[in-house]
């Protein structure tokens, strides 16, 4: 069986140096080689993660529309995310939010444009609950003391292992969003909420999600407007294909 997953997100932004001094300083991603001169790519080891593609003509982001909700970096061990707490809290990163998910727990946060980010970490896959398909998650107020003080360290920036995890989209139906993910992308629907739908691959709980919490009815994104500009998956069976979204979100396999 081929393994699937999110191999890297890019994303459209208006200041590039601002942008990646924020990645590198408050996620501790580091600078990759492969870029030009409007274009970064940061990540863990020598894996890209993100890509940053300047363009200072680029429409303000509209949180209304479709789009990203946010990236989520998936670190290692809790440990890690446990450093990473410290260090953000020792440098003023300003969270958005924190949560225990039982499969995983996670921390929220925006850049300075307003991209969403999650820092999580996830729980062995023998302690998820599962019927059949369906992996049951939560939102339960996650233990920020416990947390930091199980955490042995300090943070040296994005640890060799990080990957991004999923990422959660805005959509504006939820239905039409269901047959491109399952149709096209040939994803399997994992968990349901009040406005929203999970979708995974090989029974991980979510390597893709949509909601319409800010963007119910919204119609095709403005192609130069800055934000989400494209997510790339690993799937070698479709390599070098190109795929979008209803809202005009590019996918790219590799």
Request: glycine share 14%; hydrophobic share 40%.
């Amino acid at each position: 069986m081929t393994t699937k997953s999110i191999d890297h997100v890019a994303l459209r932004v208006r200041d590039l140096p601002g942008m990646v001094a924020f990645y590198q300083t408050a996620l501790g991603l580091r600078p990759l080689g492969g870029g030009d001169g409007a274009t970064r790519r940061l990540g863990a080891g020598e894996k890209v993660l993100l890509e940053l593609r300047g363009d200072p003509a680029a429409t303000l982001r509209d949180p209304r529309q479709a789009g990203l909700f946010h990236t989520a970096f998936l670190l290692p061990a809790r440990a890690d995310l446990g450093r990473w707490l410290r260090h953000a809290a020792e440098t003023g990163v300003q969270l958005t939010g924190a949560s225990d998910h039982g499969v995983s727990e996670a921390i929220y946060l925006d850049d300075p444009e307003g991209n969403g980010i999650e820092i999580y970490w996830d729980r062995p896959e023998s302690a998820w609950n599962r019927q059949g398909d369906r992996v049951e998650m939560f939102t339960r107020r996650l233990d920020l003391n416990g947390l930091a003080a199980a955490a042995p360290g300090t943070w040296q920036g994005a640890p060799e292992g990080a990957t991004v995890g999923h990422v959660h989209m805005q959509v504006g139906d939820l239905d039409t969003a269901d047959a491109f993910f399952r149709g096209d992308l040939g994803l399997t629907r994992s968990f349901d909420g009040p406005g929203g739908a999970w979708y995974g691959w090989n029974g991980y709980h979510h390597h893709l999600a949509g909601n319409v919490w800010n963007s119910r009815g919204a119609g095709p994104r403005d192609p130069a407007m800055a934000g989400l500009a494209e997510v790339v998956v690993s799937d070698p069976g479709r390599a070098g294909r190109h795929a979008a979204d209803p809202w005009g979100t590019a996918f790219r396999f590799v």
